[in-house]
Every structure is written in C-alpha cells, then in structure tokens.
C-alpha cells in the first residue's frame, strides 16, 4: 500500500537555528514531492516541488530550501530559522495527477 | 492565474443540522476539482473529487457538484455529525508541464455541537 512517512510531529526551535524536516514515501516509485505550509489563519501554501531526484522548483521566494536525495524522499530545511517560518507543514505526493496522499504535518515553532 | 476561494468560517452547527460550504474558482482550461478535510491536529485527507464539469463528488454522505456555468463547487451534507468538525479545504488541480499543482482555498473551520 502506499503511504508517506513525516517527522517530526512537532518542532520548537529558537530563532536563527537551522531546520531539517524529513518526508518518504512508501509503495511508489518516481513520485511528485510537495512542501506545502499552513500558517496560522491563513490557507495552505506550496512551497517546493520536485518530480525527480534533484529536481526541485521553489514557489515563493523564502527562508526555506527543499533537497530529494533519494526517489522516495524529500527534505525540507533551512539555515537560520525566522519567526515567520512557525506553521503546519505538511509534505504530499501524487503520481501524475491529484488527487494528492498528505503526510501528518509537522508543527513547527520557532521561538 | 488559477485561484480558490471558499467562505470564511468558522461556522458552527448543531448536530442533523443541513451543511453548506461556498467554493468558487478561478482557473484556465478545465481543472478537476476536489474538497480535503482536516481533523484536529491531523493532515490533510481527500474527502471528494470531481473531474468535469456536471460530475457530482461523494463520499461520507457529503456531495459536491462541479458547475462550469457558475465556476463553484459548493461542498454539502443533509446532516451533519459531530465526528464532522474539522477544517475543509476546496482545491483545484492545474497541470504545469509533467507535474500537477494543487491549488488551495482558505479552509473553512466546522464546529458541530452536540
């Protein structure tokens, strides 16, 4: 069966500390990879995708960068954490088209 | 460019009480249509979908009918329950090239009470 793994759950990180968030996929192969953020009162927000290894395209200028090492996983991280980096993020895939499997999010704070 | 945009919650029910949730698209070409739900402290799930126009998406006793004409895609429920209270999505899908993006809405908040 098909299912995506992400971790942490949660997250408190101090400001200007760096970030690492880590997503796979099981019982695909070849998927597209999506970083979307929910932050607080606001909807979701694609941040990166990527439909190959070391293919990733960036939606909106930011704090963040995304790797894919590998097939199945897909990375999300940064050097020194902002304040407005605090939210939901929530890791997907699909396989040529939607609808899209989500991970169970990872809540980020940064203190 | 392609955009969503649903009614602003939260919205607050009493259980058996008639669901409506407004969600209007702008978009180029023919996208398929979809509403994902979010329980507390979860991620997202797929709820329905609809593919083209006319196609009317169920699941879980919620529907939700794709109207070109109106560009809507207004997700409902004759009675909800409490099991129901979760944050709902509308998004559209857009092909860029070979990848698929998904395109979200704000989310409304559903509380239903007992």
């Known amino acids: 069966s098909q299912t995506i793994h992400q971790w942490p759950a949660t997250l408190v990180q101090p400001v200007g500390s760096p970030l690492s968030l880590e997503c796979t996929v099981e019982?695909?192969?070849?998927?597209?990879l999506y970083w979307y953020r929910q932050a607080a009162g606001r909807g979701l927000q694609l941040l990166f995708y990527?439909?190959?290894?070391?293919?990733i395209s960036s939606e909106v200028p930011q704090n963040l960068s995304a790797s894919r090492p590998q097939d199945r996983q897909f990375i999300l991280s940064s050097k020194k954490l902002l304040l407005s980096d605090s939210g939901f993020y929530l890791c997907?895939?699909?396989?040529?088209?939607?609808?899209?499997?989500f991970g169970s999010g990872t809540r980020l704070t940064v203190v | 460019g392609n955009s969503v945009t649903q009614m602003e919650g939260p919205v607050t029910l009493s259980e058996e009480a008639f669901l409506t949730i407004n969600c209007t698209y702008t978009?180029?070409?023919?996208?398929?249509l979809f509403w994902y739900v979010q329980y507390p402290g979860e991620g997202l799930q797929l709820l329905l979908k609809?593919?083209?126009?006319?196609d009317k998406g169920s699941n879980k006793g919620f529907e939700a009918t794709y109207r070109k004409e109106t560009t809507s895609f207004h997700l409902e429920k004759g009675s909800v329950q409490v099991s129901d209270s979760a944050v709902y999505f509308c998004?559209?899908?857009?092909?860029?090239?070979?990848?698929?993006?998904?395109?979200f809405g704000k989310g409304t908040l559903l509380t239903v009470n007992p």
């Open positions: 997907a895939w699909s396989v040529e088209s939607p609808p899209f499997l």
């Open positions: 019982g695909t192969s070849n998927p597209n």
């Open positions: 990527s439909v190959g290894i070391g293919q």
């Open positions: 978009a180029t070409g023919y996208p398929s």
């Open positions: 609809a593919t083209k126009a006319d």
């Open positions: 998004a559209l899908s857009h092909s860029g090239g070979s990848n698929y993006k998904l395109t």
